[in-house]
T-cell receptor, first 114, second 109 residues
Framework: DVKVTQSSRYLVKRTGEKVFLECVQD?????MFWYRQDPGLGLRLIYF???????EKGDIPEGYSVSREKKERFSLILESASTNQTSMYLC?????????????FGPGTRLTVL | GDSVTQMEGPVTLSEEACLTI???????????LFWYVQYPGEGLQLLLK?????DKGSNKGFEATYRKETTSFHLEKGSVQVSDSAVYFC????????FGTGTRLTIIP
């Protein structure tokens, strides 16, 4: 089974702090994604990566950056956290040869910014 | 751009009732279509998918048919259980996925 893990289930940070959210997958997937999930808005894509050191902006990249130094790890960075970044953050990965566009999700990190 | 519109929730049903959650989409071309489910406290899991027109995806008693003519992918189940209580997301895409807003389903005994 594909396993996608996220470093924290719950996180509380203060406004202005730098925040790192880590995601690791164990299936040698090339594609990885970061979403945020908000009530009434569904999932919105923040950033994605097709390969190591590659990144592409999603629909709502403002206020975020990412890092992909190793294939299995994809980090989301909030350079200076703000209260409007309080949300559930979901990481996903997708590999070749698994059928079209089957993404596997981690359990999520619920981030609260005070 | 691509978009997904799904039935507003929340939806509350009694156990063994029939379920339909509507999903319609707008997209260029013919994307793959998906239903994901999120159980309380968990991440999203793929429930079923369909990759071309008239395909039927099915899993755990749930079904959805890719209808090109009506641009729809409605989720159906003939007899729901309490364990089906969750949030259901319709999605479409090729390399990236576009999600609907989610429908919260609660099944009462």
């Amino acid at each position: 089974d594909v396993k996608v893990t996220q470093s924290s289930r719950y996180l509380v940070k203060r406004t202005g702090e730098k925040v790192f959210l880590e995601c690791v997958q164990d299936m040698d997937h090339e594609n990885m994604f970061w979403y945020r999930q908000d009530p009434g808005l569904g999932l919105r894509l923040i950033y994605f990566s097709y390969d190591v050191k590659m990144k592409e902006k999603g629909d709502i990249p403002e206020g975020y950056s990412v890092s992909r130094e190793k294939k299995e790890r994809f980090s989301l960075i909030l350079e200076s956290a703000s209260t409007n970044q309080t949300s559930m953050y979901l990481c996903a990965s997708r590999g070749p040869g698994q059928g079209i566009d089957t993404q596997y999700f981690g359990p999520g990190t619920r981030l609260t910014v005070l | 751009g691509d978009s997904v519109t799904q039935m507003e929730g929340p939806v509350t049903l009694s156990e063994e009732a029939c379920l339909t959650i509507n999903c319609t989409y707008t997209a260029t071309g013919y994307p793959s279509l998906f239903w994901y489910v999120q159980y309380p406290g968990e991440g999203l899991q793929l429930l079923l998918k369909a990759t071309k027109a008239d395909d039927k995806g099915s899993n755990k008693g749930f079904e959805a048919t890719y209808r090109k003519e009506t641009t729809s992918f409605h989720l159906e189940k003939g007899s729901v259980q309490v364990s089906d209580s969750a949030v259901y997301f319709c999605a479409l895409g090729w390399e990236k996925l576009t999600f609907g807003t989610g429908t919260r389903l609660t099944i009462i005994p």
